[in-house]
Structures are given as C-alpha cells and as structure tokens.
C-alpha cells in the first residue's frame, strides 16, 4: 500500500492555519474530493462540525470546495461525529464529512470522512484523493456548480435514533447522572437523550464557546466530572470528548470506568452470548485476563478505532474498544459513539439492577503508567536502537509479569509510552526509566 502524505490514522488534523488545516487548503481539499466523487458519479455530501471557533472557517471553505468540484452540499451544524456517519445514511449522501479535532484542544482542528454506508473511507479513496488535490484546480461550468442547504433537524433526528438503540424494558426513571459534555458537538445532544429516557440528568460542560472545547473537561479530563458526581450525590458520570466518539464513565465514588471497563460490561452484562471482543495495544493486561477467565476471547488490534472495528468484522463480533474510550457496538450503530455506549451499559446496569461500583470491582486492573511526551519529531521510534535496547531491558525486568508499549502519536507531536505490570513500584520506575530516554533521544 503506498504511503499516505496527508492522511493520518484517523483523516487529517494539524494545528489551525497550519499544513493541510488553513481554510485555502481545506477549500482545496473540497474540491479535490468533490471531482473523485464526481469520477464515481457521486453527487451529494453532508457536512457536520464540533463547536471549535474554527469551524466556522473550515466549513465554509469545505461547502466552497465541493460546490466548486460540482458537489451538492448539506450543512447540519455542530452535531457529534457519529452522528454525521448516521445522518449521511438518513439522507442518503453519497459522502459525510466531520470538521473536528476529536479530543485535541481549540487550537487544533481536523477533516474525516464517512462512506454513505457510514463507515469510514477506505485507504484507496483517501490516497485518490490525495493524487488529485496535486493537480491544479479547475471549477466547473457555472451551469453545473453544486447547490447548499441547511438541515435544521438533524439534531433532532439523531436524538431520536439514540433512544432507539436503548432496549431495555426499565427507562432510566430514578437514575442520577452526571453528563459532562466538553464544551462540546454533544452539548446539545446528550443532555435531552438521557432526560428523555426518565433520567435526572445534571449537566456540565455544555457551553461552548469555541475555545474551551476540552478544556478542564470532557472524557481526556474527568475532575470536574468526579467533583459534579460527588456534590450531586450522582448515582454516576459520563463524559464524552469533543466530537462525541469517546465515552468514560465514573461511579458515585469518583473510580474510572474506561473503555476496558466498557467492554467488560458490554461483553458480560448484555444478556445475549458474546464469544469475543476486540481491544488495542493498549488495553490493560488484567482486564484481558477478567474475560479470559469468563470464557470470552479477547484480541489485540493497533491502536486506532479503524483498526478495532477492522478486526471486529474479521471475527464477526460486535464490540470493541480502546481505553481512550472509543466504544463499538456495531449492532447499534457503524462507528464508535459515546452517547449510544453509554445507553447499552445503563442497559444492562437496569436489566440487572447493579449499581457500576460493583461492576469495577470484578475487574482486575494492572497498575498501568501513560506517560505522553511532547517531542520534536516523533518519527523512528522503531528504529531508535537506544530505546530500543531499554524496551528490551524493561521486558526482561518484567519476567512475564508486565508490558512495555512505546509508540508514536498518529495525531499529535508525542510519544506515547505505557507500562503496565503487577507491581507499582516495578511499573513507576521503569516508565521514568523509559520517558528519560525518549525525552534524551528526541526532545
């Protein structure tokens, strides 16, 4: 497969105003995808955003580009990144596209793309599109330029097919959740789902702004979670990140469920037989051994939800997840949503009247250290033989009893390094062990 220049692991993202995220790129970008599509005789795509300030930029620059190239665009405004995926398939787009950074701050933003069966664009596409922006650009005749309308009731729309992916007979009635919603493409969204339902629902991070998506909040920061759970006397929490792809939860006592923790509950709790689930790299070492222990296979795929839900369908299983909190269910929906994860395990916490507490504690959890490191370049990270040779020192520290995975960031300037292992003292010490050679051999 030949080597992507603009893509990442999960479409294109970079600073505002730098690279292929500066609005006559992204304009560019549009268009270039839109004579693709016309290639194929596609006609039509549908545009959502996150409540970043630039994407006010972005989507007009995007709506630009794809007019220009002779595309039909529909506009549905800030709407989860999910919820795109589901909407391109409601109104029968021939593309979806997101303008988001996912969980990245304000000062980053992105493009992906979604098929109009909801699933994200394959590699050949992306790399068609990729030969085509190098050409220069030509707009087409005036007479066959495309047309742009608004949706106003996408929000609405995607409210109710949220509700719908929740089966249990109980409604949520009597339930007090903490939702904290990033400032946020779900601000909107989640809060009306789970009122809906029969919850008490207590509401943070829901005004945006445009610079304080993720800000202090969200599923990448949950203090102000466990503290809201804590002063509402909450039975739990739930928090998303900015697009809405990523769910992380937390008990009336402030522990963390994770997407480990998701899946456990979703692998174990559903009611129906689940033979196994997916995970990453990065997925704790105890809890793969919960499942094992319960009969359920367990797998490891690269990190990236793509890669999850690619190895999904290679098993023909139906749920997976990364610690992050990305979350598939793909007998709900085609791509990781927090809002529809959310709804399966309250599903199955009332089916079965268990309180999440008492969920985690079946849970073995290895102490795990997560070090992100902000280097210059974070390229050749396998090829660094120093850090090589202390990988291979740690490993052999371990005896079995632990891991070391040290990787590159596919969408930010850092190093990712991870430790896991039965002993904290051991685990503590060979990450600052670690993150003292990559910061030595690439800061």
């Known amino acids: 497969m030949q080597k992507r220049k603009y893509f990442g692991t999960d479409g294109i993202r970079n600073r505002v105003g730098q690279g292929m995220i500066s609005p006559d790129q992204v304009l560019k970008l549009g268009w270039a995808t839109g004579q693709v599509m016309q290639k194929r005789g596609l006609k039509s795509v549908l545009i959502g955003k996150d409540t970043r ?3 006010y930029m972005f989507e007009s620059a995007l709506e630009a580009g794809f007019i220009a190239a002779g595309i039909d665009v529909y506009l549905v405004g800030p709407v989860p990144t999910p919820a795109v995926s589901y909407l391109t398939q409601t109104f029968n787009n021939d593309l979806g596209v997101v303008i988001s950074a996912s969980h990245n701050p304000h000062e980053d933003n992105g493009i992906k793309f979604f098929s109009s069966e909801g699933q994200k664009i394959s590699d050949e596409l992306e790399l068609e599109i990729e030969a085509m922006f190098e050409r220069k650009m030509k707009v087409v005749d005036s007479e066959v330029l495309g047309k742009a309308q608004r949706i106003d009731d996408a929000a609405g729309r995607y409210i109710e097919f949220c509700k719908g992916t929740y089966r249990a007979k109980q ?48 599923a990448t920061d949950l203090n102000a979670l466990v503290q809201a759970v804590d002063a509402h006397r909450a039975d739990l929490g739930i928090a998303f990140d900015g697009d809405g792809d990523r769910v992380m939860m937390v008990d009336e006592s402030g522990q ?41 296979d367990f797998v490891r795929s690269n990190v990236g939800d793509r890669f999850v839900k690619e190895l999904l369908l290679q098993k023909g299983w139906i749920y997976g997840s990364e610690p992050s909190g990305h979350v598939l269910c793909l007998n709900k929906i085609s791509t990781g949503d927090g809002i529809v994860a959310a709804l399966q395990v309250l599903a199955a916490l009332v089916s079965q009247n268990k309180k999440l507490k008492s969920v985690l504690a079946e849970i073995q959890v290895y102490p795990q250290e ?58 503590t010490k060979l990450a600052d062990e670690l993150q003292a050679v990559v910061e030595s051999e690439f800061s």
Request: glycine share 12%; aromatic share 4%; proline share 3%.
């Open 171 to 218: 409604k949520l009635k009597g339930l007090r959740i903490v939702l904290d919603c990033a400032n946020g493409a779900t601000y909107h969204i989640a809060p009306s789902v789970f009122k809906e339902l029969g919850a008490e629902v207590f509401a943070i991070g829901v005004k945006p702004d445009g610079v304080n998506i993720n800000k202090s909040c969200g």
């Open 370 to 427: 997560l070090r992100n490191i902000t280097v210059a370049n974070n390229r050749g990270v396998e090829e660094n033989t120093r850090l090589q040779k202390a990988i291979q020192q740690a490993e052999k520290e371990f005896a079995g009893k632990g891991r070391v995975l040290i990787r590159a960031s596919g969408t930010e300037p850092k190093i990712r390094v991870m430790v896991e292992g039965q002993d904290l003292t051991q685990v």
């Open 256 to 296: 963390i469920a994770d997407g480990d923790a998701i899946l456990y509950i979703l692998a174990t709790m559903t009611g129906k037989p689940v033979h196994g689930v997916v995970g990453t790299l990065m997925s704790n070492l105890g809890f793969e051994n919960t499942l094992k222990a319960k009969g359920i």
């Open 53 to 55: 300030i630039s994407g």
